[in-house]
């Protein structure tokens, strides 16, 4: 039997509920972070504080993206050409769905880390059932 998960689930976390769900989520998340984040033993200890560091730090990407993607064309007008311009927009554009892609897979283990850190609590009621 199959364990379902939501859409946008990253495919290198186990399913929340499974043995390994814990350890992958960890190591997912360490992925994204800075590498000096891996100095901190409390960010292994509670994987919950590595989500929200994360989330943070990719938010914080998906802002930066926006800012260079509205500033790009007047900051680069003089430095590169106009199809180089172009260039570099399409990039924002690609990195931009990236990241906010990857932000709602960060929300999603966030969400289910808190279902398994709080399991009473209805605010963190694990979403991850199937609509019929």
Known sequence: MSTYVPPGWPSQVHP??????EDTALSWLLE?????????GVLRRYPIA???M?????NASVEA?????????VD????VPPHGV????EAYRREGARLVSLLQAIELVETAL???AEPDDPAHRRPFTPKL
Do not use: I, K, M, W
């Open 65 to 73: 993206a926006r800012e260079g993607f509205r500033s790009a064309r």
């Open 86 to 89: 172009e260039a570099v927009l």
């Open 54 to 58: 994360a989330r943070h730090h990719v």
């Open 50 to 52: 590595l989500a929200r």
């Open 76 to 79: 680069l007008a003089t430095l």
């Open 16 to 21: 929340p509920g499974t043995d390994r769900f």
């Open 32 to 40: 994204l972070v800075p590498p000096e984040y891996r100095r901190y």
């Open 114 to 116: 808190r279902a398994q």
